[in-house]
């Protein structure tokens, strides 16, 4: 658990990071950062504002289960391989502008409460979406999804 802020910008990870099951009671700022191996914040929650912003995934980077009770950044994030948010929990909004899945993203039964925002993202992998919620609707069905759908076939 940490109870205070947490920082980690502009880090190069060499080796897998793992943070598997970890609580974090106060913000964390992850900005910035180049992970050359696995990411796995798997089954980790996330009390407050957590940031993403601008960091390159080269291999997995796996967050099914997380919980982010606060809002989240990932803007400006580069995803090389499988980027991992099944069952993932968004209740105060997440941004993934500008973000580039190079591999699979899946979001299947993530649950995504407003805002949500893909703006200016590249989807160049398969994406899921099956059984995800947008305050508490089919996200499937949702005018995001179509933008989504519509950037990925037309880019």
């Known amino acids: 658990v940490f109870y205070e802020n947490v920082i980690f910008t502009n880090c190069i990870f060499e080796e897998e990071f793992l ?8 913000n964390a700022d992850f900005t910035y ?37 606060g809002s989240v950044d990932f803007s400006d994030v580069t995803f090389y391989d499988i980027a991992e948010f099944k069952y993932a929990e968004f209740p105060y909004g997440v941004t993934f502008q500008n973000v580039k899945f190079s591999d699979i993203a899946n979001f299947k039964y993530t649950k ?10 590249r989807f160049e992998g398969d994406v899921d979406f099956k059984y995800t919620q947008l305050d508490g609707d089919d996200f499937v069905k949702s005018e995001i999804m179509n933008q989504i759908l519509r950037e990925k076939w037309w880019n």
């Not at 995504?112 to 993202?121: A, I, L, Q, Y």
């Open 19 to 26: 943070f598997k099951y970890s609580n974090f009671e106060n």
């Open 33 to 69: 950062n180049h992970f050359k191996d696995r990411a796995l914040f798997k089954y980790t929650t996330f009390t407050n504002s957590t940031s993403f912003y601008s960091n390159i995934f080269r291999l997995e980077a796996d967050f099914k289960y997380t919980n982010f009770e």
């Open 112 to 121: 995504f409460f407003s805002p949500v925002n893909f703006n200016d993202t």
